[in-house]
């Protein structure tokens, strides 16, 4: 009897009431040039229509779970992690879009990647508005230039924000996720970058300047709820990296990040209050 051979990558959609924009993130996936996926869509004890419209795709590549109640954001995010049987792993929020090639070029590097020494590669993504219209592009880092975790913490720190980006925009290796374990659920503003930097303890970074997603800013967007606490969470979560011992930050670092971290909050603001009144 055959066993049947795990996907090569896995894409996760954790989600929770996403009936406005779910259909597009499952289409968007759906479309992709490579075909060798799984689509896990891992639903948070939602109220509306998630289930029904996730159900209603009969494609065999899609796995469907529903949490008996609503375990919050970041361990609904683990569980998408647990889930995962892929060699590769990208969470794709459910807002959110891959362009169609976005699983060939990502898994093509890391297939590439003989030696295991690139942890996760990230794409520029477009930014979107409730409606899908482009508002920008974001990524700018050199033609596959690749980054140590030393280096990107220190990124991280100076720009005060997440250098790597949202997830859809990434794809990880399941063995730098064993690595790494799961996702910190204490502060969820910061629950990309700092799981990108623990995985970038198991291998280097590698920046892809093809546009490959899209990241959706909308009034019910988890960064936009979160924009009161982004400032605070943010310094909080760089003082942990330099007290863990994770990444060696300076007490400079630390300080300009500080700073741009609350610079960044008001400029998002501003930012957010422009793009979602594109409906």
Known sequence: MQTELPPAVSVAIPVYNGEAYLAQAIESVLAQSFTGFELIVCDNASSDRTMEIAQSYADPRIRI???PRNIGFGPNWNRCLCE???????ILPHD?????????EQAGILDGDDDGTI???FSARRIIGPSGRSIMTRGALGQGARFTGAAMARQTARKGTNPIGEPGAVLFRSSAARAAGPFNEARSFV?????WLRLLKHGDA????ETLASFRISPSSHSVRMLRQQASEFTAFLRDISQSGLYRLSGTDIAIGTAAA????????????FATGDA
């Open 119 to 121: 942890a996760l590669v």
């Open 191 to 195: 629950i990309d970058i700092d799981y």
């Open 65 to 67: 779970l529903q949490n």
């Open 262 to 273: 609350l610079a960044n909050s008001i400029g998002r603001a501003l930012f957010y209050r």
């Open 206 to 209: 590698l920046y892809m300047p």
């Open 96 to 104: 959110d879009l891959l362009h169609p090639r976005c699983l060939e």
């Open 84 to 90: 995962a049987r892929g060699r590769y792993i990208k």
